[in-house]
């Protein structure tokens, strides 16, 4: 080998090189032979011509003078340094210093064109990283820079700033790898370099920055030298730095590193950065001729059209000048140059349209930047939008251009105060990098186990908001990226779901899923940990505060306003779900296990998850499949039981296991006087079916008489609680119950037990109470059932204390517990007054219903108040399937004795004392689904209807089953059902017809035919009549304007519901509002016509023998009925 090492692919060529001597250092007066090389940057020397890396180089750029002197001797003066050499010949050294002064001066010359000749920096360029190291080798610290593809290595800080080094590592043959905690090597072919930084966090931040050397030194600047053919080019379009190599393709401009980095800060909405020289797929001969076309010549020309001096920047330019620049230039727009239809969107458009079709790219650009509509309306259907229109025409730059800015926003002015910008999100900047296992992406949910060979090792790294993925950690072109704003949810399985211990998944809006994975739990979780923070916004940092399983954004839509689905962010951890609604407020953990209802609903087009808690329903809906799919399972899942002990059951609303409560309330509905309830056992198959499905999901089994046997299901209550894993008196505890019920005196045994009770876990407690109520209960009926006190303690004690029943202290305690039930869980008078009440009804049912064999499965029973809500007026009713309100009603009052007058309208409401709202049920409603919808601050009153008569009065005397007029009307808002609602009454214009409720803003003008006001062509709102569910009353906390008002609640097909509230000026108003909304919900038929109440009625005949309002016949017979026995019924009705 002939050459030095390392010289056979200069990174810049070498002008000269040869043996010199070089002046001794200080202290000696022997010259010492040095291999002298010179290139355009720097003059080096070397021991020998074998060896690649230098003693000694200088920066040509710090050379500021050459000059000859005797002996064949030669001078390099620096700034305060003076290097010495002496040539073999005078020939040798003249054509030494004229090599060097062509350098110095080339040198200049390329410094002139950038300004970074004036700060007499150097070197134009920055360093990527630069700082104190440890080399082995070395007594004192080196000083070492990392610039472009180079390591450069210096004695000290001082040296680096006169320009003087020891040597540098070009990284095309370069690799570096941690060897320890701080340690890491730099390897070459020729040597290694062994470093030592001071922390670890500093070798990471050494480690990152020579791989971005190395990456830069392996990347082909051809893309580069080809966009730098047009002069603009070769500066970076905002500060002026020589060479720039990145660019933004939807700008269409070329940058410097440092602006690039600036850049990407700014977001992929305002600017899409790329690099010249390692994107290289993105480079396509389209993009390439369009920078050629546009470019930083014509990209300044509309973006700095008016840069104050005092605004520009420098290559020399801090970070935050660079940031608040580039802010101002590209999101603010602020010295563009305005297009003279700025303003005018129309007009705008227009122009774009035209402009898309011809080759003027920079007319496109400034119509762009100045707020004209990519995707607008081009008024061709053939080719709706500017896109279409330029592959109409064939313009395939123009295309290019459009599709760079698809997701570009329009710069905003008014977006400078800090606190108020409208554009997205700027996600914080998080870095990470390391290897994953990664298996291919995939297009559903993965169901079975990956297998590790399925994975391949991946160099990954996060930063700038992408998660890249590499063959290798040299390679330079990723194999892959993520953007993290495409990132919607982000999950963990649990550990050994895959082959890898540790795994995450990442699902993307594209409706893609990578699955990662790493053997070491915290490495795992740092990545998770990283991840999450560059895709999860400010707004949701909160959900980052906690471990989860699953995180990220889904569609929702909440409380009775779910007109629009919104974006929220959700985690899951555990059972609790967690949601950050934009503007909401602060929301409370939903309680996954003590959902009341969680359903899916709509089709499997677009499914909707339902879940609803006590006082809020939230639907979350399934948009994106993908993701959706992923959260429904976790989320069904969270919401199962998690495992045996009973705080891990789904809960009901008083903390008692879903799991027991079906049990004991299918007992108290149907088995109390079953004989040898509790003590008769199920069929063993039947009672483990039961038990599985119920430990499965309690909360989707609904007990049918008939269907299951009263032993089967008394079986299953009393395996699971035998089986409890720590059981329902706990394992701690258990033995101070059983020692209590040996104490003799009586009153003292109570308040043991009493102490005893308070110290079990809440759940514990409350399933204790509910249960020995529930014993209770059947003791009582022991004359059928022959189920006394002492033969529940039988077959009770062992159950719950898990003996096996040859103590009977077990029982002793259960017993005990029963016959103290009042005094040790002090329940009060009412309570159990209650309590008696309700089971004397069922049982008075259940025999009756024998008698008569009209037993039903499903049959339900409820509590009905006479006239108002109180003890006293309570009747338990059983509810079949087929019962209509009228039958509820009728039958209330004949229980009741109350005799039915021809004018009293008994009526059946259902009564909202939260909303301060009551509907009359229509007569021929049924009352079951009625029920089954009933919140629990709602209830069921049967008296009488005091508006009817006026009702029917109306009805019958108006023209037309129409009604229009103005009412004042407001919407709720409130989210989730538990905010405020927002916004006041406001007049608006309705029309109700017989198919629609309609709303208008405005009134326009007085139709002098039908007295109906022209309103508007087109309604604000317009709902169909028959979802409509409207309720008499408006609560107070919404300061109705007159106390004549309604409440409106609007139940669409995927049971969401909207709610709104309208009054009218008048008692009357209300009235025929109210009259004609039965009227077209019931095709006309307000109040029975058939005298089956009356039959039973006392008759009172007030008005003649003439039937008030005969309902049946057709209207015009209705009214002339109405107008013969009275001439002007509004009169009348002015006093009901
Ligand atoms: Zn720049």
Redesign the pocket.
């Known amino acids: 080998m002939d050459g030095p090492p390392g010289g056979s692919t200069p990174v810049t060529p070498v002008i000269k090189a040869g043996w010199l001597d070089k002046n001794p250092p200080q202290g000696s007066y022997i010259y010492q032979k040095r291999w002298v090389k010179l290139d355009t940057d720097h003059l080096r020397y070397f021991d020998s011509n074998k060896d690649a890396y230098s003693k000694r180089f200088i920066s040509v750029a710090c050379i500021s003078h050459v000059a000859a002197i005797g002996d064949q001797k030669f001078e390099v003066i620096t700034n305060n340094r003076t290097f010495a050499f002496r040539a073999e010949s005078d020939v040798e050294r003249k054509e030494w210093m004229q090599a060097l002064q062509q350098a110095m001066a080339e040198q200049r010359a390329r410094a002139r064109l950038s300004s970074a000749y004036l700060l007499g920096v150097p070197g134009s360029e920055q360093p990527d990283r630069a700082g104190s190291l440890e080399l082995r080798g070395f007594k004192n610290k080196l000083y070492v820079a990392v610039v472009g593809d180079k390591v450069q290595l210096y004695k000290n800080l001082e040296e680096y700033h006169l320009g003087i080094g020891i040597t540098f590592i070009d990284m095309s043959v370069g690799n570096v790898k941690e060897v320890d905690r701080r340690s890491f090597d730099l390897t070459t072919p020729y040597r290694i370099f062994s470093f030592s930084a001071d922390s670890e966090l500093e070798k990471e931040q050494w480690l990152e920055a020579m791989q971005g050397a190395i990456a830069e030194a392996l990347s082909t600047s051809e893309v580069a030298e080809r966009i730098w053919a047009a002069a603009p080019n070769r500066f970076?379009a905002?500060?002026?730095?020589p060479q720039?190599d990145w660019a933004s393709i939807n700008l269409c401009v070329v940058?410097?590193k440092?602006?690039a980095g600036e850049h990407r800060g700014l977001g992929a909405g305002v600017s899409k950065v790329r690099s010249l020289k390692m994107d290289r797929k993105v480079w396509t001969e389209t993009l390439i001729e369009l920078f050629l076309q546009l470019g930083n010549g014509t990209g300044n020309r509309f973006w700095a059209a008016n840069v104050p001096p005092s605004e520009a920047?420098q290559?020399s330019s801090s970070p935050s000048t660079r940031r608040c620049h580039l802010e101002a230039k590209y999101r603010e727009g602020k010295y563009r140059r305005y297009h003279p239809l700025f303003g005018n969107q129309e007009e705008l458009d227009k122009a774009l349209c035209a402009a898309v079709t011809t080759t003027d790219l920079a007319e496109t650009q400034a119509l762009l930047g100045c707020g004209a509509g990519i995707n607008c309306f081009s008024g061709d259907p053939e080719a709706p939008t500017p896109l279409a229109l330029a592959e109409q025409a064939g313009q395939t730059l123009q295309m290019e251009f459009l599709r760079n800015n698809r997701t570009t926003e329009v710069p905003r002015l008014d977006s400078m105060k800090p606190l108020e910008k409208h554009y997205s999100v700027v996600l914080p900047t998080v870095s990470h990098s390391g290897f994953l296992y990664k298996t291919a992406s995939a297009g559903k949910l993965l169901q079975d186990r990956r297998a590790r060979e399925e994975f391949s090792r991946r160099w990954c790294v996060l930063g700038d908001g992408v998660l890249s993925y590499f063959e290798n950690e040299r390679a330079v072109t990723p194999n892959g990226e993520i953007r993290a704003s495409e990132i919607v949810c982000l999950a963990v399985p649990p550990p050994d779901t895959h082959g890898f211990e540790h795994t995450f998944e990442v699902y993307t809006e594209g409706e893609r899923l990578y699955l990662f994975g790493l053997e070491s739990a915290e490495q795992a979780h740092e990545w998770v940990k990283c991840i999450a923070k560059a895709f999860v916004p400010p707004l949701a940092e909160d959900l980052l505060a906690r471990d989860f399983e699953r995180l990220g954004r889904l569609p929702y839509k909440a409380g009775l306003s779910l007109q629009r689905a919104q974006e929220g962010w959700f985690s899951l951890s555990g059972s609790e779900l967690r949601a950050v609604f934009p503007d909401g407020p602060c929301e409370e953990p939903l309680q996954l296990r003590k959902l009341q209802e969680l359903s899916i609903q709509g089709d499997s087009e677009n499914q909707v998850l339902v879940l609803v808690e006590r006082r809020r329903t939230l639907y979350i809906q399934g948009e994106r499949r993908l993701d959706f799919m992923g959260w429904l399972g976790a989320i069904q899942k969270a919401a199962a039981s998690m495992g045996d002990t009973l705080s891990e059951q789904q809960l009901g609303d008083s903390d008692i296991p879903v799991i027991v409560y079906r049990c004991v309330d299918y007992i108290t509905q149907c088995g109390l006087t079953s004989e040898g309830i509790y003590r008769k056992c199920g069929q063993t198959s039947k009672t483990q079916r039961l038990l599985e499905s119920l430990r499965q999901d309690a909360r989707s089994v609904h007990l049918k008489e008939g269907e299951q046997h009263v032993d089967d299901v008394s079986s299953a209550l009393k395996r699971f609680l035998r089986d409890l894993p720590d059981g329902l008196f706990t394992r701690a505890q258990r033995l101070t119950w059983l020692e209590a019920s040996e104490i003799e005196d009586e009153e003292e045994k109570v308040s043991r037990y009493r102490e005893l009770l308070v110290r079990l876990p809440p759940v514990n407690r409350a399933t204790v109470k509910a249960l020995i109520s529930h014993l209770y209960c059947v003791q009582c009926f022991s004359d059928t059932n022959q189920m006394n006190v002492h033969n529940l303690a039988i077959v009770f004690g062992p159950t719950l204390f898990q003996t096996d029943g040859q103590d009977y202290k077990a029982g002793r305690v259960v017993e005990d517990l029963i016959n103290h039930y009042v005094v040790v869980f002090s329940v009060d008078e009412e309570e159990l007054r209650k309590q008696r009440e309700e089971i004397t009804a069922i049982v008075k049912m259940r025999v009756a219903g024998t008698a008569s064999g009209t037993q039903h499965a499903g049959d339900f029973i409820c509590t009905v108040y006479l006239e108002e809500k109180k003890a006293e007026t309570e009747q338990h009713v059983k509810i079949p399937a087929s019962m209509t309100a009228e039958e509820l009603t009728l039958e209330i009052l004949d229980r009741r004795n109350v005799g039915i007058r021809e004018k009293d309208y008994w009526t059946c409401f259902e009564v909202n004392e939260r909303e301060e709202a009551e509907r009359p049920l229509h007569f021929a409603e049924k009352v079951l689904p009625i029920l089954h919808g009933l919140g629990t601050d709602s209830h069921l009153v049967v008296k009488k209807h005091q508006a009817m008569e006026a009702m029917l009065l109306y009805l019958a005397s108006r023209v037309g089953d129409t009604k229009h007029g103005m009412m004042k009307f407001r919407e709720d808002r409130s989210l989730l059902g538990l905010g405020l609602p927002s916004g006041g009454f406001h007049d608006r214009y309705f029309i109700l017809n017989s198919s629609c409720l309609r709303l208008y803003k405005e009134v326009r003008s007085q139709r002098p035919w039908s007295g109906a006001p022209e309103t508007s062509h087109r309604p604000e709102k317009e709902w169909p009549v028959k979802s409509l569910k409207v309720y008499l009353g408006v609560k107070k906390k919404l300061r109705p304007p007159t106390c004549w008002g309604f409440t409106v609640v609007h139940e669409t097909e995927k049971h969401e519901k909207q709610q709104w509230y309208l009054c009218c000026d008048t008692q009357m108003e209300l009235r025929e509002w109210f009259a004609t909304f039965l009227f077209v919900q019931h095709d006309g038929l307000v109040w029975p016509s058939e005298p089956s109440r009356v039959s039973r009625a006392v008759p009172e005949v007030r008005l003649g023998s003439v039937s008030l309002i005969p309902l049946r016949g057709s209207e015009n017979e209705m009214r002339r009925s109405v107008a013969a026995f009275t001439a002007d019924p509004l009169s009348l009705l002015r006093n009901v």
């Open positions: 970076c905002d500060c002026g730095a720039p940058i410097c440092r602006c920047l290559p």
